[in-house]
């Protein structure tokens, strides 16, 4: 009964985000048109959704289409194909893009997300975690070559953990599904993002949240706007018009409660109740989520390669100068 529920829960807020298309303030269609495909529709990147809902990007000129990709590799498939004129994910799909000799490389412009949005959820209530108590446990982890695994990943060999052989990480499961698969009965633990981690905490069978990802891993570059080299140097007033309305998006969260910042995103997340949606705006508040401005720091770039290469899956590095541009985050900044 309690994985019938969640699913439930969860594929409600699926449904919110496959028609969440074009809705906020852009409904009249005034402005320049610019198609953004995010990665996922997730509390995790308020300040975007703020710039929506207080209508900055209508203000600088922006009529924003807003299209959810439900995975990295289909947000950049739609920026390559031009079916996207801005797609938002993490950086390091830019990165494989450009180690496989792309024609026109996707450069990333903005930095949202400062820490990882995963959080550990056991069965037990466990005030005293350590991440030695995953060994010998089986953890519903994410896939190869993400972000979400590897950073879990980096975490583990930070705490002297081999991930390949001190515990069990299960990766069989689609990323929407673990929180209903560990709720019905799979895995010690699970990785989840919000509101799957929540959701699970929520319920009356009574699921904890242990640790968070974004604590224990420190400052990762997480989550990036990026467009092809030639999108951008064809569009430079678009691509900082729509740089200045996040960055007031991102004042907003900086200077405001959670409760204020879940109020202004509620429409956004039909389905999540605003005492839910404001516990989970506190936890990510709370955790230093988002930055002060949207500037990729090379530091960033260089920290996102590492991990790439201690999850082996990077063998040459990409040059920061080719992949990154603070350009327009720099002044959108110093306008703020």
Not at 231 to 255: P, R
Not at 309 to 315: I, N, R, S, V, W
Request: hydrophobic share 40%; with cysteine.
């Amino acid at each position: 009964m309690k994985k019938k529920s969640l699913i439930y829960r969860l594929t409600a807020l699926a449904m919110t985000a496959l028609i969440v298309a074009g809705c906020g303030k852009n409904d009249a269609g005034v402005g320049e048109k610019v198609v953004l495909n995010e990665v996922a529709h997730s509390i995790f990147y308020a300040p975007l959704y703020v710039a929506i809902e207080n209508g900055y990007f209508e203000e600088k000129g922006i009529d924003l289409e807003l299209v959810t990709g439900f995975g990295a590799d289909k947000t950049m498939t739609a920026v390559l194909s031009g079916e996207a004129d801005i797609g938002f994910m993490g950086p390091e799909s830019t990165v494989y893009t450009y180690l496989g000799e792309t024609d026109d490389v996707v450069v990333n412009f903005a930095q949202l997300t400062q820490r990882a949005g995963n959080f550990i959820v056991a069965r037990e209530n466990d005030p005293d975690f350590t991440w030695d108590k995953l060994k010998g446990k089986t953890v519903l982890g994410g896939r190869a070559g993400g972000m979400p695994q590897m950073v879990f990943e980096y975490i583990l060999k930070k705490n002297g953990i081999d991930p390949a052989s001190d515990l069990t990480i299960d990766q069989s499961i689609d990323f929407g599904s673990t929180a209903a698969a560990f709720s019905g009965g799979q895995g010690d633990y699970t990785v989840e993002f919000e509101p799957s981690a929540t959701a699970l905490e929520n319920m009356d069978e009574g699921y904890y949240v242990v640790a968070s990802l974004g604590i224990d891993s420190g400052f990762v570059p997480y989550t990036c706007f990026s467009a092809k080299e030639s999108y951008v140097n064809e569009n430079k007033e678009t691509v900082q018009k729509f740089t200045d309305a996040l960055q007031l998006g991102m004042n907003y969260v900086n200077s405001h409660t959670p409760e204020e910042i879940a109020q202004i995103i509620q429409p956004q997340f039909t389905e999540t109740d605003i005492e839910t949606l404001t516990q989970i705006v506190a936890r990510y508040h709370e955790q230093d989520t988002w930055k002060t401005d949207l500037i990729f720091e090379q530091d960033s770039f260089d920290l996102l390669q590492n991990i790439l290469e201690e999850a082996g899956e990077l063998e040459t590095r990409a040059p920061y100068e080719e992949l990154v541009t603070t350009d327009f985050a720099k002044k959108a900044a110093e306008a703020k």
